[in-house]
């Protein structure tokens, strides 16, 4: 991005011009006459974008014709007489040519003259060009200036992670990152667009709770006015109650584990979404959970794929997610284990190094079933004339990506639900109402919970959860 004496200079003398706020209002002027004027209704664009622009991510439509990108510099580099800009819009990057002699003089300097991240307006025509990002780019015809950027933070070299996760806010915007969170949105966008088609009801459950889901040892404590109040770990108890006023409920948000963990499948603050299904047994349930997800990867190589392209993610492997998905009992994969000459001793839950070798005996996702009663959460139901284990599952990725997905079958009967309270240890108060869906017309149901952050590691290929977030909360770490 470095330029020579005279760039500096005109560079110099645009933010003074800047600074007297001349850019600004030029081009503000000029949005306002096109936007607001007698035009403002022909938008060349279907959908909510800005009036009279193209998205890059469109560009492809409009081969052979003129067209006005809004977007932002992200590199440049120089021959002389011609200048490369690499423009990105927040749908994608493309390449514009500003050739010396085909656009005005002030424009062309103009380009030497930009620094990394100037928000800039361009008009070019667009052709086709295989050696060329996305398969076009634009021959530049018209620049302008919107604001010149200060000397941008993240230089196009390597960076150390704690530096990049400082400026996470900014390093959103580099390739890579866009990607990531690109295929996080088409993720989040298919899991709802497929439990909406299916009937499900979005059920929105508290952050702040009363009581714990997952066990007391992780929660966040918080005062709620002269009470204890804990931010939600899972919002299934609220889309159980859901699930008996609705059939089929699930609700989306942020949860949240005090766990001191290090780890590159953890965080501290991640997404869940969580079904509930009344009258659904766990093979209901295990059913639905390998359709969703099948639909979700589908989803992704359908609308992203060349994001993951870009990630270097091997397409062959997810072109295999398809249902039905292997199931094997929680015993069963304790003798892979001893197979692979691992110490394990049963009723112990598996860690991530556990999983791996589970999950290495299979190209598709695989159930694990059927844990021990002991080492799982005080609601799940237990096997028929088999207490000490539970009617669970978890879906761990393969690859070694680990669990993206717990479920069960929950317990109906208060009796049973009222035992297993006490045998944990939790204080009836805080869940009187949870007990209430017993008392009044409880049925068999069940649920699961798919992590969003860990989802999108494995669809992605990904090694850390960490950039599937936009801003990851970390054990030593909340800014930005």
């Avoid at 990049?164 to 989040?188: C, G, K, N």
């Avoid at 899991?191 to 299916?198: P, S």
């Avoid at 889901?213 to 108890?237: R, V």
Wanted: with cysteine.
């Amino acid at each position: 991005m470095a330029g020579g004496r005279a760039a500096q200079q005109r560079r110099v003398s645009l933010r003074k011009a800047h600074d007297r706020g001349t850019v600004v209002k030029r081009w503000i002027g000029h949005y306002n006459e096109r936007c607001y004027g007698k035009d403002c209704g022909k938008s060349n664009m279907s959908g909510v974008w800005p009036l009279n622009s193209v998205r890059i991510a469109d560009i492809g439509g409009y081969l052979g014709q003129e067209v006005r990108i809004q977007g932002w510099l992200y590199n440049k580099r120089s021959s002389g007489k011609i200048y490369f800009l690499i423009i990105r819009d927040g749908s994608g990057f493309v390449q514009a040519v500003a050739v010396r002699d085909e656009i005005p003089g002030e424009q062309f300097d103009l380009c030497g003259a930009l620094t990394q991240e100037s928000s800039i307006i361009v008009t070019g025509r667009v052709r086709a060009d295989k050696r060329a990002m996305g398969g076009f780019e634009l021959t530049l015809t018209g620049l302008e200036l919107v604001q010149l950027a200060e000397e941008y933070p993240i230089t196009l070299k390597e960076h150390g992670v704690d530096f990049l996760l400082d400026h996470r806010h900014l390093w959103i915007r580099s390739p890579r990152q866009h990607a990531a969170l690109l295929i996080r949105d088409e993720v989040t966008a298919a899991a709802e667009g497929w439990l909406r088609t299916n009937g499900f009801v979005k059920l929105d459950s508290p952050i702040l709770t009363p009581a714990a889901c997952e066990g007391t040892t992780t929660l966040f404590e918080t005062d709620y006015f002269g009470e204890k109040a804990y931010l939600s770990q899972s919002g299934q108890l609220y889309v159980e109650a859901g699930c008996m006023a609705f059939g089929k409920v699930y609700c989306f948000g942020p949860t949240f584990r005090a766990e001191k963990s290090k780890t590159r499948r953890h965080l501290i603050e991640f997404w869940m979404i969580e079904p509930e299904i009344a009258y659904a047994t766990q093979e209901d349930n295990m059913v639905i959970q390998e359709q969703f997800v099948s639909h979700i990867v589908k989803r992704c190589l359908e609308n992203r794929r060349d994001e993951l392209v870009l990630l270097g993610r091997d397409l062959s492997k997810l072109e295999a997610i398809t249902a039905p998905f292997p199931r094997v009992s929680y015993d069963e994969a304790v003798k892979m284990l001893h197979s692979e000459g691992r110490e394990f001793e049963w009723g112990d839950d598996f860690g991530a190094p556990d999983e791996a070798v589970i999950s290495s005996h299979f190209d598709k996702p695989v159930f694990v079933t059927n844990y021990p009663t002991k080492v799982k959460a005080f609601y799940m139901q237990p096997e028929p004339g088999r207490p000490e284990v539970v009617k669970c599952a978890d879906l761990l990725a393969p690859e070694g990506y680990g669990e993206i997905i717990g479920g069960s079958e929950r317990i109906h009967d208060l009796e049973l639900l009222e035992q297993r309270m006490r045998e944990h240890g939790l204080p009836r108060a805080g869940y009187e109402w949870y007990l209430d869906l017993r008392r009044y017309g409880s049925v068999p149901h069940s649920g699961f919970g798919l992590g969003i952050e860990r989802t999108v590691a494995w669809i992605s290929g990904s090694e850390h959860v960490r950039e599937m977030i936009p801003f990851p909360r970390l054990l030593n770490r909340i800014y930005p």
